[in-house]
Each structure stands twice: as structure tokens, then as C-alpha cells.
Antibody, heavy 123, light 109 residues
Framework: EVQLVESGGGLVQPDRSLRLSCAAS????????MHWVRQAPGKGLEWVSG????????GYADSVKGRFTISRDNAKNSLYLQMNSLRAEDTALYYC????????????????WGQGTLVTVSS | SSELTQDPAVSVALGQTVRITCQGD??????ASWYQQKPGQAPVLVIY???NRPSGIPDRFSGSSSGNTASLTITGAQAEDEADYYC????????????FGTGTKVTVL
């Protein structure tokens, strides 16, 4: 059974940092691209960042580029999101999601999602 | 970056057919995927690629595309289909860059 479990969320002051983790199990982690998607309270989904299986290609939404860094440790079956210079508008539930395809570049089709970890940025 | 626009809300009578649309320039080049999200739950992939359903998704869900518009059709809507639906596509600005649509709330009457 595929499982994605996010952790690391919490209350943080503006301009501070936070690191999210996603522990994956039930599939061959290093075969798949992975993504972070967020959802602000009462709002829609926003793709945040994605990383290919070997970290060879990485992308970010314009809203987080230069502040967030995605990474993965295939030996630990884990995905990470380092979030720096946090702003109030980064307040959201952050989901870790698995790409459906083993294609080298990923597809953006997300077939498994975690339950999310809540990040609240407030003074 | 690209944008994907959806109607905010649609309603459908139980057992009838509803089409949800998603418009954006990137859809001229890339297929959309579609996600269903019920309150308090993580999204679920219902359609991806040209018209593919993941295992466990009922065949009343189907997808299509024409020009800059992608569509999700629910044929014979059930009460459990009431949810928010989001489209998603690769962004035309970058290889590993994606964007979600604005979302459509589907109400089953």
C-alpha cells in the first residue's frame, strides 16, 4: 500500500524558516518524480514544486522560487521542502504527492497524496 | 506562467450528465489531469492523459480536449460525486512546471 506521510509543519513567524518532510513507502521511491502541492485555507490547489527521480530536473512555482528548495533522499525514501523567508501568504496545508509515471521527466499526474501538514505563518 | 480557468460552480441532477471545463493556453500543447477533492480530504486523481482513469475510478468519469479547453464529464452523476474538481497541466513556461485550475464546485441535486 502506497503511503505518503508529511511532517514538519507548524506555526512560524514571518521571515523564518521551516523544513517539511515526506516519508514514502509501498512503492519504489527512486522510480518516480515527486511533488509538493499546497492549499491555503478555503482556497484552491497550488502546485509548489516538483523533482524528478534523480533530482536532475527541479521546478518551482513563481510564488516560491528563490525561497523554497525541494530535495529528496532516495536512500531514505524521503522528500523534503526547505522553506525560507516565509510569508503570511505561504500559510497552507502542504501535500506531498507522487507522480503516476516512471517517465524520466515526470508527468505532473499525481496518483497518490499524503494527508498534508499545516504551515501557519504569523507573528 | 500559464493560467487554467474553471467555472466556480455547476450543479447537476442526480443521474444526469455534467461537463466541467478548464481553459488555458497550455492545453493546446499538453493534456490536463483532473482531481476530485471532498471536504477535509486529499485530492484524488480521476482522469489523466488523453482519457485515462486510475484503478478504482468509475467509468462514468471521462476526459476530452479541444483547442485550449479540456473537459471532465460525469455521465450519470451520483451523490458521492459532489465535490470540488481541479484540472492540472504542465505549464507552457517550463519543462518541470505545472499549474492547477481555479476549481469547480459540483453540486448534485
Amino acid at each position: 500500500e502506497v503511503q505518503l506521510v508529511e511532517s514538519g509543519g507548524g506555526l512560524v513567524q514571518p521571515d523564518r524558516s521551516l523544513r517539511l518532510s515526506c516519508a514514502a513507502s509501498g512503492f519504489t521511491f527512486d522510480d518516480y518524480a515527486m511533488h509538493w502541492v499546497r492549499q491555503a485555507p478555503g482556497k484552491g490547489l497550488e502546485w509548489v514544486s516538483g523533482i524528478t527521480w534523480n533530482s536532475g530536473s527541479i521546478g518551482y512555482a513563481d510564488s516560491v522560487k528563490g525561497r523554497f528548495t525541494i530535495s529528496r533522499d532516495n536512500a531514505k525514501n524521503s522528500l523534503y521542502l526547505q522553506m525560507n523567508s516565509l510569508r503570511a501568504e505561504d500559510t497552507a496545508l502542504y501535500y506531498c504527492a507522487k507522480d503516476i509515471s516512471t517517465a524520466t521527466t515526470g508527468t505532473g499526474n499525481l496518483d497518490y497524496w499524503g494527508q498534508g501538514t499545516l504551515v501557519t505563518v504569523s507573528s | 506562467s500559464s493560467e487554467l480557468t474553471q467555472d466556480p460552480a455547476v450543479s447537476v441532477a442526480l443521474g444526469q450528465t455534467v461537463r466541467i471545463t478548464c481553459q488555458g493556453d497550455s492545453l493546446r500543447s499538453y493534456y490536463a489531469s483532473w482531481y476530485q477533492q471532498k471536504p477535509g480530504q486529499a485530492p484524488v486523481l480521476v482522469i489523466y492523459g488523453e482519457n485515462n482513469r486510475p484503478s478504482g475510478i468509475p467509468d462514468r468519469f471521462s476526459g476530452s480536449s479541444s483547442g485550449n479547453t479540456a473537459s471532465l464529464t460525469i455521465t450519470g452523476a451520483q451523490a458521492e460525486d459532489e465535490a470540488d474538481y481541479y484540472c492540472n497541466s504542465r505549464d507552457s513556461s517550463g519543462n518541470h512546471h505545472y499549474v492547477f485550475g481555479t476549481g469547480t464546485k459540483v453540486t448534485v441535486l
